[in-house]
């Protein structure tokens, strides 16, 4: 499953692309205007053609409401309750596959969104909005009204810091069933052939199998974005049957994902409560990375820091490595704890500058290399008067970290310029910043 003749770009990031055969796929205007369809929208007569990244995820209708106090006092940053509050509210286009998908193409790579939304005047107007954009719209899925179909909506209420107080999210569309046959996927995967597919987690368990199943027997590698602590757990669902306890590294679906802190633990319990851990392939991992005891313990303060490593952090991300050997896990203001496994032969096992973060090299008969773990401070602090919006910071930074990927480049070289298009984002009123344009040449 592994091509190792990429030594400098990580361990499973260079998945080779596997025999399909050997894959068991699981089972499973005016308003009227609009007709029903599969991904062929006439709105948009761009030929299939290779792509960088799919990304299958959420598009939606985001209304962002910042609440705005006649008098600001330290007690009414946040909006009361049980009654109306004055704010200051707009809507946009979003949906984390929309915005991790329009990072990816403003940071210079071809992208398509493989989406779905009804044929409403919501779901028009953000089919139109993706095509003006500069991105094909041919595989979004249009699906009818009359089936109880909604385009998702998503509504934010932050407070006086920008910050997130409580959101609300109609994202049932992302859940119907029309959306769940193996065969749907598998067109989308063949029509694009991508090197990458993001997917979100908006999917019901049984759609993220069927995308799951689809994306590894084209040979993609698979990036998985969390989208929220409920949503997360998704992953390890046992509706989800493509994931199990057997496929453990280097025969993993996921090859990195990006959770915050919140969505790790989710994650982590997750794969607890479905007995991931009790798998006799997860410990024969795990034991050979040959951490134990107090040094252990020093070596993760050292490289983490002592308040990340009494929160559980860096050993939930050792624990979820052999299902995902590639983990950044988002810390806000501190940056972002990339762990990951190493192939036998990675240039990082042989720098000098690179040992501080190697954890272990005790690999015996395997074709691991070494455990890796850096913690990445933010490329830029960012005053509060600065900060416009938190929506979409996250989305902007895996867009442009798999666009780089996808460019053959290391998970430490994207890292930082993701984080600096991610302050980008976070000074914009968009939910990805037109201004991460800027940095496509730093990606090449």
């Known amino acids: 499953m592994l091509d190792f003749g990429h030594s400098t770009s990580g361990y499973l990031l260079t998945d080779r692309r596997e025999d399909s055969s050997k894959l068991v796929m699981p089972q499973t205007p005016s308003i009227s205007s609009v007709p029903e369809s599969n991904p062929t929208p006439s709105t948009d007569r761009q030929s299939a053609q290779a792509v960088d990244v799919l990304v299958a995820g959420?598009?939606?209708?985001?209304?962002?409401c910042d609440h705005q106090p006649f008098h600001i006092t330290a007690h009414s940053t946040s909006p009361a309750l049980h009654t109306s509050n004055p704010s200051s509210i707009s809507q946009s286009p979003g949906g984390v596959g929309r915005n991790v998908a329009m990072a990816a193409h403003l940071a210079g790579v071809n992208v398509v969104l493989a989406s779905a939304v009804a044929n409403d005047l919501a779901g028009l107007s953000l089919v139109d909005h993706v095509v003006k954009s500069g991105l094909p719209a041919t595989a979004i899925r249009r699906l009818s009204i009359s089936d109880g179909a909604r385009t998702a909506q998503y509504v934010a209420i932050n407070d006086?810091?920008?910050?997130?107080?409580?959101?609300m999210a109609d994202m049932s569309i992302f859940s119907r069933p029309e959306l769940e046959a193996a065969d749907y996927w598998t067109a989308r995967m063949e029509e694009s052939k991508p090197k990458w597919v993001v997917v979100d987690a908006n999917w019901s368990p049984t759609i993220?199998?069927?995308i799951f199943a689809a994306a590894k027997a084209c040979g993609a590698r698979i990036a998985f974005?969390?989208?929220s602590i409920a949503k997360a757990a998704r992953l390890f669902h046992k509706d989800n049957y493509f994931i199990t306890s057997t496929k453990v590294v280097p025969d993993h679906v996921v090859s990195l994902a990006s959770p915050n802190h919140l969505e790790l633990s989710a994650l982590y319990n997750a794969a607890r409560d479905a007995m991931m851990f009790e798998s006799e392939?997860?410990?024969?991992?795990?034991d050979s990375f040959g951490l134990s005891g107090t040094r252990s313990q020093d070596v993760l303060v050292s490289i983490a820091g002592r308040?990340?490593?009494?929160?559980?952090?860096?050993?939930?991300c050792i624990?979820?490595?052999?299902?995902?050997?590639?983990?950044?896990t988002k810390l806000g203001r501190r940056g972002c704890l990339l762990t990951c496994l190493l192939c036998r032969g990675d240039e990082r096992l042989r720098r000098p500058e690179n040992a501080p973060y190697v954890l272990s090299t005790k690999f015996s008969d395997s074709d691991l290399g070494g455990l890796y773990m850096r913690l990445i401070p933010p490329s830029t602090e960012v005053d509060q008067d600065h900060i416009v919006s938190v929506n979409g910071v996250g989305d902007t930074m895996l867009g442009v970290a798999v666009a780089g990927l996808a460019r053959g480049r290391t998970l430490e070289d994207v890292l930082p310029i993701a984080q600096e298009a991610a302050?980008?984002?976070?000074?914009?009123?968009?939910?990805?910043?037109?201004?991460?344009?800027?940095?496509?040449?730093r990606l090449r």
């Open 58 to 64: 959420s598009l939606a209708s985001d209304t962002m």
């Open 160 to 167: 006086t810091n920008k910050d997130l107080v409580v959101a």
């Open 208 to 210: 993220l199998s069927s």
């Open 225 to 227: 974005e969390p989208v």
């Open 281 to 286: 392939h997860w410990w024969s991992v795990i």
């Open 307 to 316: 308040e990340l490593v009494e929160q559980g952090i860096p050993q939930q």
């Open 319 to 328: 624990q979820l490595l052999p299902f995902i050997p590639n983990l950044v």
């Open 423 to 441: 302050v980008l984002t976070l000074k914009s009123p968009e939910a990805v910043s037109p201004q991460v344009r800027a940095i496509q040449d």
